[in-house]
Antibody, heavy 122, light 108 residues
Framework: QVQLVQSGTEVKKPGASVKVSCRAS????????IHWVRQAPGQRLEWMAW????????KYSQKFQDRVTMTRDTSARTVYMDVSSLMSEDTAVYYC???????????????WGQGTTVIVSS | SVLTQPPSASGTPGQRVTISCSGS????????ISWYQQLPGATPKLLIY???QRPSGVPDRFSGSKSGTSASLAINGLRSEDEADYYC??????????FGGGTRLTVL
């Protein structure tokens, strides 16, 4: 079945970096964009970035474009998100999510990873 | 871009409830809307994509519509299991995504 499986919980100190992975299975990996969405405790969903898995092109939210890097490894069917210069406000659950339609971006996301908790604390 | 949703909504079982989402020309006006349900402690679930399309498995009690710079999610035949947070989402003209602030739906 179509599935996104994310890496486990991370605890980081302020100023550090974190790399979260998202491994896909059950569909043609190159044909679907992957998005990252985060949710701080008790807060709303916040869109961060997306990657065209086929060609590696990325689009970042203005809020995160200086600190976030998305990459992919097509042989491993895995997408990565790197967040640098972590602050306490980055404490959140980070989700990867697949675009609902292949070879298209902007319709919605249908498959979500289980979420990766990132805790930033001194 | 900002998407505005009411913070809360409520209804009784069997009732019809609508949740609104207001944006701008460059967001909702030019792009597709999607809607998500997030049960307490759970991962978000896609309810509506491309303004009014339901993924397979989503009951037809849920429907979406869009007009100009606003959109709505309607839930017919409200059930207790519909109690959740609901989010609208869209894009701006540079294909940056944005979520609404979320609406907490209470089934009385």
């Amino acid at each position: 079945q179509v599935q996104l499986v994310q890496s486990g919980t991370e605890v980081k100190k302020p100023g550090a970096s974190v790399k979260v992975s998202c491994r896909a299975s059950g569909y043609t990996f190159n044909n679907y964009a992957i998005h990252w969405v985060r949710q701080a405790p008790g807060q709303r969903l916040e869109w961060m970035a997306w990657i065209n898995v086929g060609n590696g092109n990325t689009k970042y939210s203005q809020k995160f474009q200086d600190r976030v890097t998305m990459t992919r490894d097509t042989s491993a069917r895995t997408v990565y998100m790197d967040v640098s210069s972590l602050m306490s406000e980055d404490t959140a659950v980070y989700y990867c999510a697949r675009e609902a339609e292949q070879l298209f971006v902007g319709g919605g996301v249908d498959v979500w990873g289980q979420g990766t908790t990132v805790i930033v604390s001194s | 871009s900002v998407l505005t949703q009411p913070p809360s909504a409520s209804g009784t079982p069997g009732q019809r409830v609508t949740i609104s989402c207001s944006g701008s020309t460059s967001s909702i006006g030019h792009n597709y809307i999607s809607w998500y349900q997030q049960l307490p402690g759970a991962t978000p679930k896609l309810l509506i994509y491309r303004n009014n399309q339901r993924p397979s498995g989503v009951p037809d009690r849920f429907s979406g519509s869009k007009s100009g710079t606003s959109a709505s999610l309607a839930i017919n035949g409200l059930r207790s299991e519909d109690e959740a947070d609901y989010y609208c989402a869209t894009w701006d003209d540079s294909l940056s995504g944005v979520f609404g602030g979320g609406t907490r739906l209470t089934v009385l």
